[in-house]
């Protein structure tokens, strides 16, 4: 019998044990989550104006009514090269990207400001080095689709009239990155491929495209689902609650927000300005057929996507520092993102 885990650290498996207890406990048969018992085990931090491991970071509120708001994070000095000039630091003659990030959480659970999210956003900014907005979109089952993917166009919007005067650092919207990892990768997508199509922006140019293990699905059940189940964040049961919980009523998992690109999908082959895309993929996934099947999917469209495949990693590695994974995915976004910029300042 084939292993549903690696072997992973101690610390890691306590982590996960307890993400999966807090999430098995709150969300409740009639589709409801008891919010109380999520902030028990759901760690926040705050945004930190002095520096930390030489990255600031605030929070900015987009939408008063609906309750959005993004979290901010500026390096203030790097010792990592940076994706767009290696070898030079963070001063005011460097120019940094933008990387707009949407967190995992099934479209459930989580937030910008949860520990761990906080941290891997920090890094991102510090190593790549680029400023980060982390979206704080709202939640289902309070909020259904497409509310998420209204929220993270309209951060994508908000980010044309934000003031980078005070950064010591020259912030290029014209070097504009669109990130998510889980449900995050997902929003991404739709964010994504709505900005190729349906509006023009003035500043913001989105060059790239960053799924880590994209949060898609379909009626069917893949090989890797029915392979991998125990031992694992994704299981069927927490999927289909998590997509009856997001979707609106009588949808199935081949809504086109699910199946990207399955019998409902939309065709994607004509949106010219759809931005070349990194792909994660772990071994360990049970999610990892319907990635595959996104790959797929964008090259019989036309697009450009890089596959970057980890077998030894579970669903959401990249949460855990611990993991020689999760320095690796690093890397490979600065590879990316140095890709995308030096072909686009040709």
């Not at 044990?17 to 028990?40: P, Q």
Request: net charge neutral; proline share 6%.
């Amino acid at each position: 019998m084939s292993k549903t885990t690696p072997n992973l650290p101690l610390k890691v498996r306590l982590l996960l044990s307890a993400h999966v207890f807090s999430v098995d406990a709150a969300r409740r048969s009639n589709l409801t989550v008891n919010r109380g018992l999520v902030k028990v085990f759901d760690p926040k931090s705050p945004p930190s104006s002095k520096p930390i491991n030489d990255v600031s970071s605030f929070d900015v509120t987009i939408n008063s009514d609906t309750k959005l708001w993004l979290r901010l994070y500026n390096p203030t000095t790097t010792t990592s090269t940076s994706a767009t000039s290696p070898g030079d630091g963070v001063n005011d003659d460097v120019s940094l990207p933008v990387v707009v990030y949407f967190h995992g959480g099934g479209f459930s659970f989580m937030g910008a400001n949860s520990k761990n999210y906080d941290g891997l956003c920090r890094r991102l900014a510090r190593e790549i080095p680029a400023v980060v907005l982390s979206v704080n979109y709202r939640l289902a089952p309070e909020h259904r689709c497409p509310s998420q993917y209204e929220d993270g166009f309209e951060a994508l919007k908000f980010l044309e009239s934000m003031d980078f005067g005070s950064f010591k650092a020259n912030v290029d919207l014209s070097r504009c990155f669109i990130a998510g990892d889980s449900a995050g990768g997902n929003l991404a997508h739709h964010v994504a491929l709505k900005a190729a199509g349906e509006y023009s922006f003035e500043k913001v140019k989105i060059v790239g495209l960053i799924a880590i293990q994209p949060f898609f699905g379909g009626e069917e059940e893949t090989e890797s689902e029915k392979r991998i189940k125990g031992g694992s964040l994704i299981t069927e049961e927490r999927t289909e609650w998590m997509w009856k919980a997001f979707l609106p009523d009588g949808s199935d998992r081949n809504h086109p927000s699910v199946n990207v690109f399955g019998p409902n999908a939309v065709d994607i082959s004509g949106a010219v300005g759809f931005p070349s895309t990194l792909l994660i993929i772990g071994g360990f996934d049970p999610l990892q057929d319907w990635q595959r099947k996104y790959h797929q999917g964008l090259k019989k469209s036309g697009k450009e996507v890089d596959l970057i495949e980890y077998p030894n990693a579970i669903h959401a590695f990249y949460c855990f520092p611990d993991l020689p994974e999760s320095a690796l995915l690093i890397t490979e976004i600065k590879n990316f993102m140095h890709k995308q910029l030096s072909k686009n300042s040709t």
